[in-house]
């Protein structure tokens, strides 16, 4: 049972817009930044979305985050065929003193 | 360059021990802590703990407590993760990653081993 909560699965077909969710606590998302990964198979995961919102360089900007509360939420706009992948949030846990991920949320493009 | 260079897959049998590796290079080795990440197959991936070089103190998930050992060596700038016995469940895809950040407090992992396959059969 992972500390923050993930759909299992995703699914769009190519151009549409999909929205991945992720709900924590207070203890986590409520305070601290979400970062989201991306894992394609056979690889380590690549940071997508970093402090909630912000894409590191090279990431396209079909990719957004945002945060509001204790829950979080991956948009990604123009789904192309490349976006197949398994998508992590993850965020620092006060009580815990270190960080937690989700269980991770399969995007399937139709 | 950054790079985090795992040591390779192991097969070992339960009850056995194993260290695997993770070398650092292209940064100043004691500036980050290494966490270790562990994804079981099909599986999502957790933070199993971290350790700081420049100091050598380790922070454990309560999930891994006692169960693993996470050391680092500064002089080769290596990490090291091992286990005293292995059991079948160990069995798992095992990351190091580093966050190159301006606070260590984050779970922001801009670098990451390539992994290291352990597998745990009899």
């Known amino acids: 049972q992972s500390v923050l909560t993930q759909p299992p699965s995703a699914s769009g077909t190519p151009g549409q817009r999909v929205t991945i969710s992720c709900s924590g606590s207070s203890s986590n998302i409520g305070s601290n930044f979400v970062n989201w990964y991306q894992q394609l198979p056979g690889t380590a995961p690549k940071v997508l979305i970093h402090s909630s919102n912000q894409r590191p360089s090279g990431v396209p900007d079909r990719f957004s985050g945002s945060k509001s509360g204790t829950s979080a939420s991956l948009a990604i706009s123009g789904l192309q065929s490349d976006d197949e992948a398994d998508y992590y949030c993850t965020t620092w846990d006060d009580s815990l003193n270190g960080p937690v991920f989700g269980g991770g949320t399969k995007l399937t493009v139709l | 360059e950054v790079q985090l260079v795992q040591s390779g897959a192991e097969v070992k049998k339960p009850g056995e021990s194993l260290r695997i590796s993770c070398k650092g290079s292209g940064y100043s080795f004691t500036n980050y802590w290494i966490s270790w990440v562990r994804q079981m197959p099909g599986k999502g991936l957790e933070w199993m703990g971290r350790?700081?070089?420049?100091?050598?103190?380790?922070k454990y998930s309560p999930s891994f407590q006692g169960h693993v050992t996470i050391s680092a060596d500064k002089s080769i700038s290596t990490a090291y993760l091992q286990w005293s016995s292995l059991k079948a469940s160990d069995t798992a895809i095992y990351y190091c990653a580093i966050n190159t950040g301006l606070t260590q407090i984050s779970s922001y992992f801009d670098y990451w081993g390539q992994g290291t396959l352990v597998t745990v059969s009899s």
């Open positions: 350790i700081d070089p420049s100091d050598s103190y380790s």
